[in-house]
RNA sequence: CGGGGUGUAGCGCAGUUGGUAGCGCGCUUGGUUCGGGACCAAGAGGCCGGGUGUUCAAGUCACCUCACUCCGACCA
């Protein structure tokens, strides 16, 4: 019954969302604290769900055609200064290495924060001719850039991503891989995640240092705030022509070649945890958890329970579930609080009134329903069920995104909305509309959706014709 | 980088006008339990974030420093 001794209960969204979202990350053993600030270890339990998402996007890439390679870790100076806006933008937030063993280095290395340069200064190496293109490359690693607040996931001074980075001759091409990367990162959070996204550009004001166009998928929390969940960068030839990266083509002409890069980081997993989390802790979409199905022995002691639960367990094993028994001596009810905790997303029990009947009890995360199950269905309905609560997660973060999108013709209209949610507005293009709706609004530019839609003709900054329609929010 | 908060056992906390450190949970061992965070018994576990000062005496007072955290400005 009710009993207080809960050192493992977490502060409730309502009451203080950002207290919340800490408890959760370090309850569910996703991560702890290092000793150093924003430089964060990720437990068993949160890499578990990276490498799900990894597994997922890797596949993708190479599907496409992408090579995995490794790039060197530091780049000199010299080489990041190579593109203007890519140092303007990249510089400040660098960490530096200067000095090696006991020797003082002669020019200063910088802590990859992207690796463009790196790139570029390999392809300049090795790319010959037209027959060497496209060139579709990606790494799996972790950067560093010297934020100066931080949270688990969401921002680190460190932090694990994949970033691919490809050539082509062709602006063409170059354009339509920008794209497909786009959409295989909306796959990922729509299909994996049970996350819905917004496609569209950012603007100028907001992309990618050095970038062209910068294309970007958003998501909304629960809380209504957006995150910038990944981003696909269009590069024209700016760095091919600083780094002068030529090919000859087929008509023995020397032509720079048109670039792209896009990456996707474990920020992912902060995004997963305040779309689907709730006041008991997180919830995870079955295609991601590492745990899909806890298996529970009630009263283990009886005759014959922990046999069926053992049973249960390699049943669900055999057809491909990543599946987990608990027979700790711990009580049931402490094990149903633990699992909730940690999102897994259905709870097999399986006790002697159980037993009597043929029968597993299923109860799942997302709404706590309970399901009788009988055994010789067990592998058609554990998996089935999996499915809807996917489906049902997918849904209800759908439904949180769509009721609160705000259409509004005024920056009054925005600034009442900005803390509800998403406002989308039409805007004549301009920079300084877009800074004079901060000042005014709180918001900032998520995007400008590839779904446009017209909601009117002017922009609510000048009054001037509208050219698109943006979505304005508050960020992570 | 500005503003606030917190540092005492693994976690959460208490510690009076300064007097030499305690509680709950967790952990270990044994036993009883088991359909919503069980119970009993016996244990282990501390450079009180760090430094300097005041004092016969500092977890406690003063100053400094470090770390974490939250809120802003900057960013995936």
């Not at 502060?11 to 950002?18: G, L």
């Not at 020797?103 to 290395?109: I, Q, S, V």
Request: aromatic share 10%; net charge negative.
């Amino acid at each position: 019954m009710a009993n207080n001794k809960q050192v493992t209960q977490i502060t409730s969204m309502d009451q203080d969302f950002a207290q919340w979202y800490t408890d959760v990350c370090t309850k569910a053993e996703l991560v702890d604290y290092s000793g150093v600030k924003g430089f964060f270890v990720m437990r068993p339990y949160g890499y578990a769900i990276w490498e799900n998402i990894m597994n997922w996007l890797d596949g993708e890439f190479k599907k496409t055609g992408h090579e995995n390679v490794s790039m060197p870790m530091f780049i000199p100076e010299s080489l990041l200064q190579k593109e203007k806006d890519h140092v303007e933008g990249f510089a400040p937030e660098c960490a530096w290495v200067t000095v090696g063993g006991s020797e003082e280095l002669p020019e200063r290395l910088c802590v990859r924060p992207t690796s463009e340069t790196l790139f570029c200064d390999h392809w300049k190496n090795i790319l010959h001719s037209w027959r060497d293109l496209p060139m579709k490359y990606n790494q799996w690693c972790s950067v560093v850039r010297w934020e100066k607040t931080t949270r688990p996931f969401l921002r680190g001074r460190e932090f694990l991503w994949q970033e691919g980075h490809t050539l082509h001759a062709t602006e063409a091409e170059a354009r339509e891989e920008t794209l497909q990367m786009l959409e295989i990162y909306a796959r990922c959070y729509e299909e994996l995640l049970a996350m819905p996204v917004i496609r569209g550009n950012k603007t100028d004001k907001e992309k990618f240092a050095g970038a062209e166009n910068t294309y970007t998928i958003e998501c909304m929390m629960h809380d209504h705030k957006a995150l910038q969940s990944a981003t696909s960068h269009y590069f024209g030839d700016g760095f091919t022509r600083a780094f002068d990266i030529t090919f000859q083509d087929r008509n023995n002409q020397a032509v720079y070649p048109h670039q792209t890069s896009w990456g996707f980081t474990t920020r992912s997993i902060g995004g997963l945890i305040m779309t689907h989390g709730d006041d008991r802790g997180l919830v995870l979409p079955p295609r991601v958890a590492p745990t899909q199905v806890v298996v529970l022995p009630i009263a283990a002691h009886k005759p014959g329970v922990t046999e069926a639960a053992e049973k249960l367990v390699e049943r669900l094993k055999a057809i491909g579930l990543r599946v987990k028994g608990d027979f700790s001596d711990n009580s049931p009810g402490w094990k149903y609080a633990e699992y909730e905790m940690k999102g897994v997303p259905l709870r097999l029990e399986i006790g002697p009134r159980d037993l009597e009947n043929g029968q597993a009890v299923a109860v799942r995360r997302d709404n706590q329903e309970k399901v009788f199950i009988p055994l010789a269905e067990l592998e058609n309905a554990v998996p089935a069920l999996l499915e809807t609560v996917q489906q049902a997660l997918f849904d209800k973060a759908k439904a949180n995104l769509d009721s609160h999108t705000w259409p509004a013709q005024t920056v009054e209209e925005v600034k009442a909305k900005a803390m509800d949610g998403f406002v989308k507005t039409m805007w004549c293009g301009d920079a300084a509309c877009e800074e004079k709706m901060k000042e005014a609004a709180g918001v900032s530019s998520r995007c400008i959706p590839f779904a446009q839609e017209n909601l009117g003709d002017t922009c609510p900054c000048c009054g001037r014709p509208a050219k698109h329609m943006i979505i304005w929010g508050v960020a992570y």
